[in-house]
């Protein structure tokens, strides 16, 4: 979401200054180039020099110091951002900002600025309550701003309180989100798309269960690159990973659970990847108790759902279909034999049974089948690049 993005970074005197350095180096390494302008008070508690040096760029502080005779600087940076940020946000600027004043080169630039901004307020407990606060807080997500919550606990002044500058990983996940929803160019954008993941359990009794390795992060991989190229996810997770905030999620545990949770959706959905390692049997009967130790134990199972044939050949109206192939031998075969008889547009082929690649690990290689083009193989790599190829697919396949 954030790489390639143009950002505008504006910092105003607070003591969370500091913080803000650290949001910079986070900024840049998630690939956005990002430039600074700080108030005076700013520069008070950080010297621009460090954000000069973290963001290698010129640190705008005033409005009238005009080195380039071509632009205006204000302006320009106004208009060279796809986002700005504002972090943290005074009380003051606030003020300044929801009543159209431009007096210095942050509150001028922002007046200029057309496209969203991010606030990050931070500031008294007292100060953030006050009416006057909310009502330029409300004043200003009228417009083109999204102004975050801050979060509660202990505050500079010793006691606590709502105001705290929130965590950094907080800060990027509303900024993704934010930036996710106003931008209209993604690929995936105005299409829903079901991604399931993990083992399902299928319960023995109240504490036992079978299941198999899978551990989701697959799933979970997938869900967030469709996310990043647009689209609104629904993620049927069987897995105990915790997942992005900004993704819906329904946490579900047997095969019965999962295809329940996907039928729901799959009128709406535009697209759905089966991620998931669905358990093959349930034992026909889960005991209501917990079983006593018994010298023998005899269980039978029953066939789950198949809920990737079900979708394929019995519902589907257009919408595009992935499943997964995880085998220990003859993958391939086995793979175009799946493609086939679940009448699916896309089986990724997956080893599993190896220690570097598969279930439970941050890397996979996997071959992708699809009707009418040969197999193409994707080196062994990280579970977020492999998502980013299979979606590449996906978005080609749509268009
Ligand atoms: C030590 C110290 C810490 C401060 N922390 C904050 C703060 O967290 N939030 C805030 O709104 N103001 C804070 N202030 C007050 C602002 O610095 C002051 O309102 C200033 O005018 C803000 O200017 P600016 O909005 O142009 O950056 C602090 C002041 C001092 C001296």
Request: glycine share 6%; with cysteine.
């Amino acid at each position: 979401m954030i790489e390639g993005k143009k950002i505008a970074l504006y910092v105003t005197g607070g003591i969370a200054v500091y913080k803000v350095v650290d949001l910079l180096r986070e900024l840049i390494k998630q690939g956005a180039e990002v430039r600074v302008a700080m108030t005076t008070s700013a520069c008070e508690f950080v010297s621009p020099l460090t954000f000069q040096v973290l963001s290698k760029y010129t640190v705008y502080t005033n409005t009238f110091t005009e080195d380039n005779p071509e632009v205006v600087n204000h302006i320009n940076i106004a208009d060279w951002s796809d986002f700005s940020v504002v972090a943290p946000l005074t009380a003051n600027t606030l003020a300044k900002l929801a009543n159209g004043i431009a007096d210095n080169f942050v509150t001028s630039a922002l007046l200029a600025t057309t496209n969203p901004v991010f606030a990050v307020p931070t500031m008294n407990a007292n100060m953030y309550t006050n009416p006057v606060t909310q009502e330029n807080i409300e004043r200003l997500k009228t417009r083109n701003y999204k102004v975050m919550t801050p979060d509660t606990g202990f505050l500079a002044e010793g006691y606590s309180g709502q105001g705290r500058y929130p965590e950094k990983s907080r800060i990027i996940e509303e900024l993704e989100s934010y930036i996710h929803s106003v931008s209209n160019a993604l690929p995936l954008k105005g299409k829903k798309v079901i991604v399931t993941a993990g083992g399902t359990k299928e319960r023995i009794d109240p504490v036992r269960y079978i299941s198999n390795d899978s551990s989701g992060k697959m799933g979970h991989a997938l869900a967030i690159e469709a996310w990043k190229q647009g689209a609104d996810v629904t993620l049927v997770s069987a897995s105990q990973l915790e997942s992005p905030a900004y993704i819906a999620r329904v946490q579900v545990e047997s095969a019965q659970d999962m295809q329940d949770a996907v039928l729901k959706e799959f009128d709406h959905a535009d697209a759905v990847i089966m991620a998931a390692a669905v358990s093959d049997y349930a034992p026909v009967k889960m005991e209501e108790q917990k079983m006593k130790k018994k010298d023998e134990l005899t269980l039978q199972f029953k066939k789950n759902p198949d809920i990737l044939k079900d979708l394929g050949q019995k519902k589907k109206t257009g919408q595009v279909l992935i499943g997964f192939a995880a085998e220990t031998h003859e993958l391939l075969n086995y793979a175009e034999e799946k493609l086939t008889a679940k009448n699916a547009d896309l089986i990724v082929a997956n080893q599993v049974g190896v220690k570097d690649r598969g279930f439970n690990v941050d890397q996979n290689e996997v071959t992708l089948l699809s009707k009418n083009n040969p197999p193409r193989t994707i080196s062994l790599r990280n579970k977020s690049d492999i998502s980013a190829e299979i979606i590449e697919w996906l978005i080609n396949f749509m268009n």
